[in-house]
């Protein structure tokens, strides 16, 4: 039914409702970028943020005095993510800037003034995503990070720099880290800044407390002795101590991430037919119908089990790092140009033992490359479980691979719909990827976290699915189905589950989604997403930040904010 | 100042503004209850819920069904006090209905169409404290709860439910549990339901997404099968069930509450003079000036050392009982009838040895009395810790007393401002009460939360205050004070920093304040605080819930919802 077919394209009009670009595109390339310059000179990376105003998201602002918007934040993830699999010979990245007296003066304020509330949330949830994956490539990537602040360094400016290992200001009698949100725009430091401050970085909270009021910020030695940042240095001696401590840094990293990959274009192939987008990768499909506000997301198996260092050796993508590449990327596609769609049905294909023997070869080896083709499943699979829609997995067909590292993706959806066949072929199988090699952001497995409190039943189905497949019937004795049907009842009854989904508010099922996906303990992760997250999320709504007298709408122009005073 | 005095009076006038009651009434008595049957029967005490639907807290609209508002909780959070500390001998205590085939139908929906932003929150935060304290009665004091849910037991009515540790449901084919808040109100069940869910009764998150969708609920052996509820019994065996099952909870109880203290009326009087009231009690005073947005929190010591043992039998009431039980009064009244005050400075008076030994005293005892007088003050801490205001402590008189339990109230503000003084007399002191003795909902002292991560800290201060009084200076150089300033600059600092702070956005500062309280591990209480509420307080801001064509607005009314369909 696809009548059109172009590439993703950055220069597509504008959406005549939201005024917000009708497609985004996520993918880039250094050579590509344009607000970012990335050296590479031995161990040690440079990332300078050099962001062009001329060339913000979309048209009505400009991006001076490095801030940024969406369109810089996809460049720095793109960059993250090359260090890692293509320069594994990094083992520091410094971040800095290339103004003089500017580090970044956090996320564009006429940005987020111009923008939808959905736009707005799933920004920060970009961004917010992009530093945990700065965080990410320290722990588990050997790639630590110095952010290097030559210059103010404010807001979001300040939280980007919250997320490297090392935070070195310049002592220069000026310059200074500050959270100027809550006091200058009436709100939140909402990229994790608030969290990172008394969790991460243990700033005594009476002293958080006068520093996130604090409009001007704090700088030099009490922005040492407040361990708001780890280094306060000379200007005279700047670019030295940075290069020493770069070195250092590097020298101290125990994780090697073997042979350099360099990570080929996607190129999905977007199409329109009425009112159903389609957006097709080479083992991902996202079909999107706003008719009905429903969407399928179809993931295939390889045709043969591979083992990812031999394919890797060749220059060619191995299907584990390919196949989680184009669901990332279908996930933002999903989140940023399609806010109408309530409802995401999740379907895999293929053949169960070839996604275990995948999973197993994936696990068994040893190389830097094959790590971080695990740890990029892992970080794709937190995206699908922080993405504020419904996800209905459904296995309903012959060819249907709810097995290893697709099982988590009916793991990590709301409900997963299983289809009782007579002959019992449609069922569902476990590898190592599902015994803890995947962990949610809680660092349970999603099985873990499905069997809350109840860990032997985790040990018997890894126990059972070792001994082979687990048909529909007998998935559903041990608790991995939501809903197993027969053929007389199955279609109409996830027909009637999507259709009552899909007329939900949308709001109260994010709320509900939040609270019901991330059982256990928290992590710094969750508190950022869950809690963060969510009071951001309503101080966005108030006539206090964004009414036609708040302070983010009038940020900039002569006329004061006027503040509701109630507090709750 | 003051020029009228009287004593609070629920037939006080609406407030012409919000027209919600200028003044709420939180003492009560179980022989004024409107709402409630208390009944105790040895080892066994019956709470039945028999709501006046014509007694409403605010006119506009009838509690039918038993649904429930302020006026039905406040009774409820009274009777579970008064049952631990009047009624000792009760082990089991069975909450129940006294219509024949509901429950409890949950929060009344027309009130909260009808209530302002503020208070549905403020609302939603007290019924969730009430809740906690079941729990609390549970595991600290020996007081068991049964849910007797014998017909309907929905939404808020479920959500207490939750918070019982049995919950018993009839199976007569009809009666079922539900969260209907999602399907027909847009918004989420936000009395801890959702957490309770999956992180206490471990409900598997993905039968947790159908439960919470499904509007009729779920019933009978299903409810069970799904560990939604614990006892499933036929309406034949109802009565003795639920007491042979109440015997049994009772006789496994362990902890003994020793001697009953009948609780005396606080009588707190309140005055108004031009901007100012006043609410004054015999240890606390609180006064809030609306002329400048700010209030004053005063809690005095007594004037010598108690033993509260010794005081109780004699019928009175000891200085660490009563003056907390006047502290949790004048938070309610802070923060349902003075909406608009953002900052609240908090002065102690009296001496510190006096409040050491109070507290020395207290530690000591093992009578069940003092243990629930200490768990009493926990809980009005927590209740303190969880008010959505700017707290400043100050020590700035020579008679400033934040020693031992006093000191927490400056631990649990947002800042501490001190005084230097010449000749040093202005100080803090530490005793039992801050070595672990009230834990904050995060189960850390206040002194590990403030120095999170460096438990060396604590330490330090700990074996210092045991030697004596710690003056402002060197209180300040084991970072107890946020700020300490001379006698030339304490006072003007002290105005300005307070009038800053009155002068932002409080949708912000209580964002901010939630994010940077509650540092390190969470628990049950802080997701419900700091997760659900928050996502409850940006629903209940959307149009989709409060809207003129949102699903709360419009409830019981024949035209349908119309909702905004973008996600964020």
Redesign the interface.
Known sequence: MVTSSKLLDTDDPMDPVTNEPARVEFETHPSRYKHWKLAVDGDVARLVMAVDADHPHRPGYELKLNSYDLSVDIELADAIQRLRFEHPGVRALVISADLDRVFCSGANIYMLGLS???FK??FCKFTNETRLYLEDASALGGLASIAACRGTTAGGGYELALACDEIMLVDDGNSAVSFP???L????PGTGG??R???KR?V???????F??TAEGIKGKRAREWNLVDHVVARTKWDETVLARAKAVAAAQTITRGSAFALPALGGTVATAGAVDSLAYRFVRLVVDHAT?TATLDVTAPDAVEDPDAIAATGAEPWALRAFRELDDALLHLRFEH????VVLVRTHGKHDVVRGCDEALAKSTTGFAREVRHLQRRVLKRFDNT??SFYAVADAADSCFAGVLLELALG????YMLLDDKGTIGVSTSVANAGFHQTCTNMSRLE??????PGKVDAILRRGAEGAIPTEEADKL?LA??AADDIDFADELRIAVE??AS??????????????F????TLE??IF???S??????F??A??TGEHG?LTLYGQPER?Q??????
Chains 1, 2 share one sequence.
């Open positions: 939808t509330h959905s949330v799933n949100e809550t006091p725009l009436a709100v939140l608030l969290t401050l008394v969790d243990k005594r909270r009476d002293r958080a407390d006068v996130c009021t506000r806010a109408d769609i309530g504020a829609r959806s709301d409900r997963f976290a499905r069997f809350y409190g109840d608790g939501t809903v009552e989904r939900l508010s949308p709001d109260a099922l994010t709320g509900m989604e939040a609270s019901l996906r059982v256990g303990p928290e969750t508190k869950g809690r963060l969510a009071w951001q999320n309503w101080i709504t108030r206090n930040s302070a904010p503040f509701q005073w109630k507090r709750t």
